[in-house]
């Protein structure tokens, strides 16, 4: 998978990272790389995104 994060974020690594595999989206801490990553289909994600932005 190829991870991208934001290019706002800051260089202290400290920013979420998203991947698209296979029509989900992959997100992870850019800080822990190796550690959990969360797995949305896009039905969520847009629902994650619209509650952070509320």
Do not use: H, Y
Not at 6 to 20: H, K, T
Not at 31 to 43: D, H, M, Q, S
């Amino acid at each position: 998978m190829t991870w991208r994060k934001s290019s706002f974020s800051a260089g202290q690594g400290d920013c979420v990272e998203l991947a698209w595999p296979a029509n989900r989206v992959a997100m992870r801490d850019s800080k822990n790389p190796a550690g959990p990553v969360l797995l949305l289909g896009e039905r969520a994600r847009a629902a994650l995104i619209a509650a952070l932005k509320a």
